[in-house]
DNA sequence: ACACAATACTTCGTATGCGTAATATTCGTA
DNA sequence: TACGAATATTACGCATACGAAGTATTGTGT
């Protein structure tokens, strides 16, 4: 198969769709005043709100980024107030990343600006189609993953 | 609707989704040997592989990149000696972009490339099922469109 | 106990994208 | 025709991601 039109291209699609979301979500914060919350901040925020204390290597396994691009990501959320860095007393290689009272009370907020951002995303979609959608991205993810090994 | 994890959050499928087969593109390349080809060269390439002599902000209009965007890439397409600019005669604003003999070439191995690392990116995904990604994207797209005004 | 592998993290260079502002040119209209 | 609006491009700062290579620390096999 080859892809003429952009817009019959899958990758393109893809692409675009991320960028537009990504700029939706980054006004979104900015509209509800929570400008400092990067999109890239989500992934970290969500597991920091799930369990404190996570490792950057963990971090990054569980957003899907590679720990070269958790440091930078992690340095940023410091500057903004939202997360610490703590060395890990066990084990000295390990730096524990902890949310501050900041990182803490922005999670309302922003829980808020991505529901809502997605579902403006997504409109028109049904639950049924969204749950397709949904799976047809994991295999795709699936697929990456075997071919690497 | 809230979500938890993120493999049901379709912001994170989705950019995940996008950045494996980026991935993909440009280990594909780099196998096939024309490693110089960006993946983000690909939607200049398709448009001057269509036509030729377009101009900057046609480009970014086709690829669905901002004019400042555009710069930087082309500077880099360029430099890698795929395309070049040329001042416009009758409206002295704009640059026309066209290929070189070695941007011309590239495009049977480039499409190449493409084909295979979807095909293998879009494993066990039916033609049906394609379609039906395709189209809920567009409509992503769509959204997003409307929503800017 | 010691050499070597594995793990955790950082640093650096590069690619890729956006938005804002600056510059140059052209267009439309009074 | 002069002037403000529109258009085309670039410049700059920032965000976001990867991979390769370096440093520090821990784990392992003999």
Redesign the interface.
Known sequence: ???IA????????????????????RAGMNEAGVGHVKPSY??VL?SLWEEEGLKVVELGR???LEPSTMTGLLDRMERDGFVTRKADTQDRRVQQVRLTKKGRTAQKSV?DV??KT????????SEK??E???E??????A??HS?NR
Chains 1, 2 share one sequence.
């Open positions: 198969m080859t892809f952009p817009t019959d291209c899958p990758y393109y699609l893809l692409s675009r769709a991320t960028l537009v979301i990504t700029s939706a979500l989500l992934g969500w569980r957003a899907g829980v991505v529901d997605l579902a403006k995303a997504l409109a028109g979609i189609e969204l397709k959608l949904k047809l991205l994991r295999r795709v993810l697929n990456a071919e």
